[in-house]
């Protein structure tokens, strides 16, 4: 595992995900000086067939938790809609090439 000092390259939010069948918040994160790249996207799937693993209330409060976890990293990038966050710092953990996880470096914004 390894830390690196990053930034929010894109930003987009619609359909994306598992083949373009969600709908949610791509991201794309910029490391290395552009030399490497990991992307993360927070959302669900676009509709929900008859015979789901999930109910319509789960499925349901999916978009909710999409739509809380945006308003929380607008909160933290201290910008007011979803294409402002273009160049925002961020720390992301990378297993090799793979994400673990990341977040907003509120302490230099």
Do not use: C, H
Not at 35 to 47: A, L, M
Not at 79 to 92: F, R
């Amino acid at each position: 595992m390894e830390k690196i000092l990053g930034k929010i390259e894109k930003v987009r939010y619609g359909f994306g995900g598992y083949d373009d069948a969600m709908f949610g918040l791509s991201l794309t994160f910029s490391m290395d000086g552009g030399k490497r790249g990991v992307s993360d996207f927070r959302g669900t799937w676009i509709t929900r067939s008859s015979n789901a693993q999930f109910s319509e209330s789960e499925w349901l409060n999916s978009y909710t938790n999409t739509a809380v976890f945006i308003r929380d990293l607008l909160l933290q990038a201290k910008v007011k809609e979803i294409s402002q966050l273009a160049g925002t710092p961020v720390e992301v953990e990378v297993d090799q090439n793979t994400l673990k996880s990341w977040r907003v470096l509120t302490e230099v914004l």
